[in-house]
């Protein structure tokens, strides 16, 4: 007798079948994500839309008084005014201004805690190992509100009258005489090691606690020279009690004419220069972002945002946060090369 098979196996099922059961399980699930996204995306439009409601905080990484503080209480002021909204500026300082970037790097991103911050951001990650943040990662640029000129400046007691009789000065004494700078691993002090590298001179640094400790120094002729913001040098350059043998930057500067650049005088690599800005956390909507960017930049364009930051030898910028990331990024490179050749590093 022939044995019989059975078999209780079903025929396969067809792939587009298969297709449909898998669609259809998974249609919930599919809406509820388009649902979610959807939602996500009204969400960001109304907020930008009704952007601002509420107060806007000004992080401000520094002591109260100094330029950063005094520039963005400025813009606070006009920008309160505009939007019929309240703008306060809070100081965080410590860390050489990585306590108040890191702040705002992980504060909620609805455009309500706004960062100034300085060239210190963009230094930072070829000075710093560890560093709590990534400024191109977690931080989103909004607006470059302006140049912070760095003049090299000496006593008006000193005997120099050009920049070539400081680098012989120096040449004749290795180690003899000191400049100064606002502080270790500050754009003064990177511009300074890098002098005496590219120089090939021997001066001893002596960092202060701010450039207005530097500057009372510079006045009692207790240092022979000094890197210092112009904001703050200004009113004694312009009283004679001290005086600027060069600056830094790509061109001269409207305030000191006749005093050349670094490059002029045969020292290339000193054209990345201080700057003020504007940041948000990064996931910020790109809406509020714009709205942002462009009425600080209307702000900074405007009379008296020009004589405002003006009256502190800032020289005003502006502009949409595209050209800021564009600066951030050629700044990040510039600056990496100055540490590289001063070699420096923060403490």
């Known amino acids: ?17 298969l297709n449909k ?22 969400m960001q439009q109304a907020a930008a839309q009704s952007y601002p409601d509420r107060r806007i905080t000004f992080v401000v990484p520094y002591p109260a008084g100094g330029a950063t503080d005094v520039s963005a209480r400025l813009l606070a002021s006009k920008l309160s005014d505009a939007w019929k909204q309240p703008v306060v500026v809070e100081n965080k300082s410590g860390g050489g201004g990585v306590i108040g970037n890191d702040f705002v790097a992980k504060a909620p991103p609805d455009g309500y805690t706004v960062l100034i911050g300085i060239t210190q951001i963009i230094q930072a990650p070829s000075l710093i190992s560890k560093l709590p943040f990534d400024v191109f990662k977690d931080l989103a640029p909004v607006t470059q509100v302006a140049l912070s000129p760095i003049v090299l400046t ?19 004494g290795p180690g003899k005489y000191p400049y100064g700078s606002f502080g270790n691993a500050t754009t003064s002090h990177l511009y300074g090691e890098l002098l005496k590298k590219t120089a090939n001179i021997d001066m001893t640094h002596v960092p202060y606690r701010g450039s207005a400790p530097l500057l009372n120094d510079l006045l009692g002729n207790q240092i022979t020279a ?85 009256a502190l030898n800032l020289l005003p910028v502006g502009g949409p946060a595209e050209a800021f990331e564009a600066v951030l990024r050629r700044d990040h490179e510039r600056w990496a090369n100055v540490v590289k050749a001063a070699g420096v590093k923060s403490e």
């Open 1 to 17: 007798m022939k044995s019989i098979h059975t078999t209780n196996r079903k025929k396969p099922m067809k792939l587009c079948s």
């Open 226 to 310: 000094a890197f210092v913001d112009l904001t703050t040098a200004g009113p004694q350059l312009k009283a004679g009690k001290v005086r600027a043998l060069a600056v830094g930057g790509e061109k001269r500067k409207p305030q000191l004419p006749d005093v050349p650049t670094l490059a002029e005088l045969g020292y290339p690599g000193f054209e990345a220069e201080g700057w003020v800005g504007v940041f948000v956390p990064a996931a910020t909507p790109k809406d509020i972002v714009a709205k942002l960017s462009a009425e600080l930049a209307r702000i900074i364009a405007s009379p008296e945002g020009v004589a405002g930051l003006q």
């Open 154 to 172: 000496i006593p008006d007691a000193q005997p120099m009258k050009s920049f070539k009789d400081l680098i012989d000065l120096a040449k004749a």
């Open 21 to 42: 059961v898998v669609r259809a399980a998974n249609a919930p699930v599919l809406l509820a994500i388009v649902a979610m996204i959807s939602s996500s995306a009204f």
